[in-house]
């Protein structure tokens, strides 16, 4: 009979934890399926569900955030927690970090009557390595 130990599955899921936020730090952005695919390289055996339950914990504890959606709709995160904008290429798919809000506030809010802006920018287009 095997007997798990509590901090065991602790350590497991802190090298886990790391080691996505440590790819992400290497990626820019990434879903999960882009994550399993880069961890499995040093973790064979883990599975989607874990990446999953471990991307989720860290958002949710402000550890790594939550980028504009991949092109299929799958969630994206970031290593970069710092509120920031985002450049979304229409052709590609790939997402790039801008920090464009400050510099628009107040024509955007001006165009907006004067309603208060929120949130973060996400502006698409092409990329430039699209465009070539």
């Not at 886990?16 to 936020?21: G, P």
């Not at 790819?23 to 973790?43: K, P, S, V």
């Amino acid at each position: 009979m095997k007997v798990t130990n509590a901090n065991t599955a602790q350590a497991r899921q802190t090298k886990y934890c790391n080691a996505i936020k440590q790819a992400l730090i290497n990626l820019g952005h990434a879903t999960n399926n882009d994550l399993l695919y880069e961890l499995r390289q040093t973790y064979p055996d883990l599975s989607a569900t874990t990446v999953h339950r471990a991307t989720s914990r860290l958002a949710s504890r402000g550890e790594i955030s939550v980028a504009p959606a991949s092109r299929d709709g799958s969630m994206r995160y970031d290593a970069k927690i710092k509120a920031h904008d985002h450049f979304l290429c229409d052709n590609c798919g790939s997402l790039m970090d801008i920090d464009v809000k400050h510099k628009l506030s107040a024509m955007l809010n001006d165009s907006i009557c004067d309603c208060q802006i929120t949130g973060r920018l996400v502006i698409s287009g092409i990329c430039k390595n699209c465009l070539i």
